[in-house]
T-cell receptor, first 115, second 114 residues
Framework: GAGVSQSPSNKVTEKGKDVELRCDPI?????LYWYRQSLGQGLEFLIY????????KSGLPSDRFSAERTGGSVSTLTIQRTQQEDSAVYLC?????????????FGPGTRLTVT | GENVEQHPSTLSVQEGDSAVIKCTYS??????FPWYKQELGKRPQLIID?????GEKKDQRIAVTLNKTAKHFSLHITETQPEDSAVYFC?????????????FGKGTKLSVKP
């Protein structure tokens, strides 16, 4: 079946502009996660959605970052007034459940470059 | 909250040798510990995981051990092959806690020389 998809695959934007990154999880997966991976670095947790529960936003680095998940499926990560330090690969993952030790399936990522 | 430390950050071995990557975690309530492999330019993929009621788990050339008392877990790869070259991430989850999300280590870049 189809895996997790993300769009766009690459995004170049000017400093100060807003960007929207999209994630389509695997059908039937109730949990969705966003991570940020800077060049050669680890996976930084950003936000986690589980079903209809309030999202865990504890990893968002600033109030310029926000995310929503409509209809329990597609999610959009929005970065307002982008800064150069926002340049990274943004990875989305989904799993069958939230907490409970379920495998997370990752999307291919969106490479964001802020000039 | 949970903190996961991983070492070494880089590891180079000869083909056929074993490789060991170690992680420590801070939250004694954590009970799920997966390992992900990320090949260059690709997405991370789960290779093995272990839960807190088990001390060791094996899958062919890969094994993971868990010491809950010491709060550390390790990935062991035997008979390494060039295709094992990748970045490996450990992670911990407290799925009984308030977060319920994975906290990842910073990764280990493994190079297997033919």
């Amino acid at each position: 079946g189809a895996g997790v998809s993300q769009s766009p695959s690459n995004k170049v934007t000017e400093k100060g502009k807003d960007v929207e990154l999209r994630c389509d999880p695997i059908s039937g997966h109730t949990a969705l996660y966003w991570y940020r991976q800077s060049l050669g670095q680890g996976l930084e947790f950003l936000i986690y959605f589980q079903g209809n529960s309030a999202p865990d936003k504890s990893g968002l680095p600033s109030d310029r970052f926000s995310a929503e998940r409509t209809g329990g499926s597609v999610s959009t990560l929005t970065i307002q007034r982008t800064q150069q330090e926002d340049s990274a690969v943004y990875l989305c993952a989904s799993s069958l459940g939230g907490s409970g030790g379920y495998e997370q399936y990752f999307g291919p990522g969106t490479r964001l470059t802020v000039t | 909250g949970e903190n996961v430390e991983q070492h070494p950050s880089t590891l180079s071995v000869q083909e056929g040798d074993s490789a060991v990557i170690k992680c420590t975690y801070s939250d004694s309530a954590s009970n799920y510990f997966p390992w992900y492999k990320q090949e260059l330019g690709k997405r991370p993929q789960l290779i093995i995981d272990i839960r807190s009621n088990v001390g060791e788990k094996k899958d062919q050339r890969i094994a993971v051990t868990l010491n809950k008392t010491a709060k550390h877990f390790s990935l062991h790869i035997t008979e390494t092959q060039p295709e094992d070259s990748a970045v490996y991430f450990c992670a911990a989850e407290n799925y009984g806690g308030s977060q319920g999300n994975l906290i990842f280590g910073k990764g280990t870049k493994l190079s297997v020389k033919p």
